[in-house]
């Protein structure tokens, strides 16, 4: 049975992480199998326990517990679920809620690369990607255009930053992904890891040494990991002189680029196929 507690004291210790832990203490990096992250809006919350992550707390506002998040509060069992009125909730928070739930759950051990990797054909590597906001469109698009797993270099931000989470619509519980060990000298080492599981590298950069997106030998390729860099700077030099692939993206009009979420969907798309 649900437990419906109705917020009376703004300090009670349990509201802590919606209301004043910032994303790097949920992350927790000292001790990470005790990491949380928040979920967003009844769709959201849905798809991560569906991928089996525990819920600790659920943060409702009153007019949706029996309404958008009536499923979801069934299925949480009997830990606390906040509730409150909109302006209470917003007081709480300082934003406002989409469909009015925010839910605190556990993070999972994070898988090893091979385990990620394990059957796939099309992966996506992402290096040094920071904005939240384009890291989750990337997986959404991936999740949509038939990309098997993602693999995370250490500078990239978390997959499970909330806003990161929202923009993804919660396909990062719907795709495998991890986060690369990082070891000494490993920016250099890390593609042969990935070459080492059979898979072809791509790069996507902006170079005249490229080959067409649409090349007859890529669609060939049994397993392909398809690498995107940073915002601004793209992949290193290293990343791309490493890579089997150079890959470039072709455009009109005089654009040069595209925002690499915007780009990760057109390579994914096209070789997917």
């Known amino acids: 049975m649900p437990r419906i507690i109705e ?18 203490q949920l992350l927790n990096i000292n001790e990470p199998d005790k990491g949380m992250f928040i979920a967003e809006s009844p769709k959201v919350v849905g798809r991560a326990l569906d991928a089996g992550y525990e819920p600790v707390s659920v943060l409702v506002e009153k007019k949706h517990i029996e309404g958008e998040a009536k499923g979801i509060v069934e299925r949480v069992g009997d830990i606390p679920v906040f509730t409150a009125e ?4 917003t007081k709480l928070t300082g934003f406002k ?4 739930v925010l839910c605190a759950m556990r993070r999972k051990r994070l898988m090893s690369v091979e385990e990620v990797c394990r059957g796939a054909r099309r992966i996506a590597i992402l290096e040094k990607v920071m904005n939240p906001t384009n890291l989750g469109a990337i997986i959404r698009s991936a999740a949509a255009l038939h990309i098997d797993a993602i693999l995370l270099t250490p500078e990239c931000t978390n997959p499970l930053y909330r806003r990161a989470i929202r923009v993804s619509m919660g ?5 495998p992904w991890t986060i690369m060990e990082e070891k000494d000298g490993w920016e250099s ?13 791509v790069a996507m950069a902006l170079r005249k040494d490229t080959v067409d997106i649409d090349d007859e030998r890529l669609k060939g390729e ?14 290193l030099d290293s990343t791309i002189d490493n890579c089997d692939y150079t890959v470039k993206i072709p455009m009109s009009h005089g654009v040069d680029s595209l925002n690499v979420a915007a780009a990760s969907a057109v390579a994914f798309w096209e070789l997917s196929k």
């Open 222 to 235: 049994e397993k392909l990991a398809i690498i995107l860099g940073t915002e601004g700077e793209g992949l």
């Open 7 to 24: 917020i009376t004291d703004f300090n009670d210790n349990e509201l802590d992480v919606y209301a004043r832990l910032t994303e790097n």
């Open 189 to 201: 080492t890390y593609l042969g890891r990935i070459k080492s599981l059979g898979f072809k590298t």
């Open 97 to 100: 809620l989409t469909r009015g």
């Open 171 to 175: 396909c990062v519980f719907q795709i």
């Open 86 to 89: 909109f302006d209470v909730l």
